[in-house]
């Protein structure tokens, strides 16, 4: 069967590929779509090391013509960490994370725009814990948890086509991360 996600997604390229371009055009003005994938970085906390891991994500946004910002979602999947609480024990942290986000635009700038934004949402997480005996990761248990997410973020917008940003999401404590992201964005012209 297939999902809900894919019926969307295939009706919305759909969409933009059967569109007039004079309707075309004036709706890539006031949408964009970005795909990426973003590194999230830790330092150590609760006796544990952090792995550099790699995430996807997407975004549609929604652009304001009179003004310099825009409002959309925020779809993010991926490992955030691995810790290691002792020697002997290993905890994977999944997540699946939706987020309404809004982005300020310091300058219109066909070329380079820097941007600050923030964002709020659920994050869903999935934890996956090992023993590990003779170098050996033994699966042990799985436990769910829900956090509440709240994104700072800033960076640039390269040619309304490459962005690369930084951010912070404050969720519960043992789960914030720091995070850089690279995208490439189709519409959005303005």
Known sequence: MVSLTRKLLTLFIIFFICGSP?????FLKKYELEIGGSAILAGKKYNGDFDKTLNFYSEIRRN????PMDIGFHFGKGTMYREWENPFTTNDYHYLSYLVISNYYFSDSKKVSPFIGIGMGITHLKIDWS???NSQSIPHGTQKDDSFNFMMRGGVEIYR???ISTSYKFMKRKYSNYEISIGLTLGGWR
């Open 22 to 26: 004079s309707f075309a055009q004036n």
């Open 64 to 67: 304001f013509t009179r003004l």
């Open 161 to 163: 086509f490459l962005r």
């Open 131 to 133: 023993y590990i005996e």
